[in-house]
T-cell receptor, first 114, second 112 residues
Framework: LAKTTQPISMDSYEGQEVNITCSHN???????ITWYQQFPSQGPRFIIQ???TKVTNEVASLFIPADRKSSTLSLPRVSLSDTAVYYC???????????????FGKGTKLSVIP | DTGVSQNPRHKITKRGQNVTFRCDPI?????LYWYRQTLGQGPEFLTY????????KSRLLSDRFSAERPKGSFSTLEIQRTEQGDSAMYLC??????????FGAGSRLTVL
């Protein structure tokens, strides 16, 4: 299972763009990169997923370089409500035995300052 | 369908008592997962079901823990003879064909 490394915490002012980078040096060929957001006392919530290059949805963008050994979650113009823990996960739920044991790590605690 | 539902949301119990949590996944999802999360940590995998079959169990799941998913629908997670170290948030997730987990709000257990 691919191990991920991401900053423990980040601070940002409202209205700024926030980029959170995750490293995953031993990513496997079939692995997807998925980011989740978690608020206190709630379960994690899917934000965005990608395999390579760039993916954008209404909430965020995900940048993945050609070697796929890292990825960057970009949150445009953050607001106070974006204060949460962000997890980077690497894996493929359908690649076989053990693949469904996705490892969350400690995540990145983002604090948005007024 | 309103997503993954977990009950109860909060449970306070005394050490040595048994507790049971229930998870109702998204109806069309055939895969169901249980995770445990303690304060300041990310969720840790406990066990996984594909339909009614329990296909994987983490070493974190001691013999005091048992999970079932009768008929491949809802699932229950029972903890027998609870210990203070069992205090945590127990999260249930389900997945269908996509590589995405949909989590419930969790069941918080406090063992006194």
């Amino acid at each position: 299972l691919a191990k991920t490394t991401q900053p423990i915490s980040m601070d940002s002012y409202e209205g700024q763009e926030v980029n959170i980078t995750c490293s995953h040096n031993n990513i496997a060929t079939n692995d997807y990169i998925t980011w989740y957001q978690q608020f206190p006392s709630q379960g994690p919530r899917f934000i965005i997923q990608g395999y390579k290059t760039k993916v954008t949805n209404e909430v965020a963008s995900l940048f993945i370089p050609a070697d796929r050994k890292s990825s960057t979650l970009s949150l445009p113009r953050v607001s106070l409500s974006d204060t949460a823990v962000y997890y980077c996960l690497v894996g493929d739920l359908y690649s076989g035995a053990g693949s469904y044991q996705l490892t969350f790590g400690k995540g990145t605690k983002l604090s948005v300052i007024p | 369908d309103t997503g993954v539902s977990q009950n109860p949301r909060h449970k306070i119990t005394k050490r040595g008592q048994n507790v049971t949590f229930r998870c109702d996944p998204i109806s069309e999802h055939n895969r169901l997962y249980w995770y445990r999360q303690t304060l300041g940590q990310g969720p840790e995998f406990l066990t996984y079901f594909q339909n009614e079959a329990q296909l994987e169990k983490s070493r974190l799941l001691s013999d005091r823990f048992s999970a079932e998913r009768p008929k491949g629908s809802f699932s229950t997670l029972e903890i027998q003879r609870t210990e203070q170290g069992d205090s945590a948030m127990y999260l249930c997730a389900s997945s269908g064909g996509a590589n995405v987990l949909t989590f419930g709000a969790g069941s918080r257990l406090t063992v006194l």
